[in-house]
């Protein structure tokens, strides 16, 4: 009786894994970055709308009379659109289902690797306009990282 109580003991953290590891790819895809381009980061833009769409920059630097903000973003592109994210969730959903979640092993990887979004830098310069506001001058929108299993 001691040894099944031992061999229990060992077998079921093993057993419980699968259950563990559920939904992890399914997690990962609700919450991988929406398509997001900006609408407001456009010359002649008050500063307030872009800050307003962009959140708060990551630097803010004055030079003579203008400023320049430097502001991130992450755009989740097409592949994470609410059509492609909802067929993603059922298919991982039908495979855990009929592997036994053994399918995690895929699926969480090609949601790490193939689904993850853009790094976007965005560099804006200001002027002060007779309204007495900061209207963007110049607009540069760099992607700093694009995620891909490909390499360049």
């Given at each position: 009786?001691k ?5 229990t003991s ?6 419980l894994l699968?259950?563990?590891a559920?939904g ?25 709308a872009i800050?307003g769409?962009?959140?708060?920059p ?13 502001f991130?973003y ?10 492609s994210k909802?067929a ?21 990887p090609?949601e ?19 309204d007495?506001?900061?209207?963007a001058?110049?607009?540069d929108n ?9 390499s360049k």
């Amino acid at each position: 009786m001691k040894t099944l109580l031992n061999t229990t003991s060992k077998l079921l953290p093993i057993a419980l894994l699968p259950l563990l590891a559920a939904g992890c790819a399914q997690y990962m895809c609700i919450n991988q970055p929406k398509p997001f381009t900006p609408s407001t980061a456009v010359v002649g833009a008050k500063r307030i709308a872009i800050v307003g769409e962009l959140g708060e920059p990551v630097a803010s630097q004055p030079h003579g009379t203008n400023l320049v903000d430097t502001f991130k973003y992450v755009d989740g592109g097409g592949k994470n659109s609410g059509g492609s994210k909802t067929a993603r969730v059922v298919l991982y959903s039908a495979g855990d289902l009929f592997t036994l979640f053994i399918d995690q092993v895929i699926w969480i990887p090609s949601e790490k690797y193939g689904f993850a979004g853009t790094d976007h830098l965005v560099i804006v310069d200001y002027a002060k306009s007779d309204d007495d506001l900061w209207h963007a001058t110049k607009v540069d929108n760099q992607v700093i990282k694009e995620h891909s299993t490909t390499s360049k």
